[in-house]
């Protein structure tokens, strides 16, 4: 049986940015090569969802070694790009500036390859929240297809 998505793409302008990379690297500390989201499209008002991208590009660190002559974009990363996500919007929602830490990834699938040149869509939802701790459901899409799912944890530190 096919996974559903978190939620309804249809009604959303893929060519909007809601947070910019900009406010993105004021969020969240990842900066150079760890960061993993380019922009958030966008957010639902109560920030409980979130669409982001990550622009695969082929410059990226890991190209060269991942897999020579077939570079795939390591799964950790995938799931990075969506912790980098869920950060984004924990902090949209409580205005937290303190350092969010990720405890558990539980639930994950890899569903699909995504190589540089790609734009890998990433799907969050809150599941739990709460004021130091926060679990969401993620997804990644290429293409429209699903490539990977995962459950993410993470506290304030």
């Not at 302008?13 to 150079?32: F, H, K, M, Y």
């Not at 960061?35 to 008002?45: E, F, P, T």
């Not at 990550?54 to 077939?70: A, L, Q, S, T, Y």
């Not at 790009?81 to 902090?91: E, F």
Request: with cysteine; charged share 25%; hydrophobic share 45%.
């Amino acid at each position: 049986m096919p996974t559903e998505l978190l939620f309804d793409l249809n009604d959303i302008d893929l060519g909007q940015i809601s947070v910019t990379a900009e406010e993105i690297g004021r969020l969240n500390p990842q900066c150079g090569d760890m960061r993993h989201l380019d922009h958030v499209i966008w957010c639902d008002d109560a920030n409980t969802m979130a669409l982001g991208v990550k622009e695969v590009r082929p410059d990226e660190f890991w190209v060269p070694g991942h897999i020579p002559g077939r570079p795939l974009l390591p799964g950790v990363l995938m799931i990075e790009a969506a912790a980098q996500l869920s950060s984004v919007l924990y902090k949209l929602k409580t205005r937290e500036d303190r350092f969010l830490g990720f405890t558990r990834c539980d639930d994950v699938a890899f569903r699909g390859q995504v190589q540089p040149g790609d734009r890998l869509y990433l799907l969050v939802r809150e599941i739990s929240f709460k004021a130091r701790r926060f679990v969401s459901a993620s997804q990644g899409l290429v293409n429209g297809k699903l490539v990977f799912e995962a459950k993410i944890t993470g506290m304030v530190i």
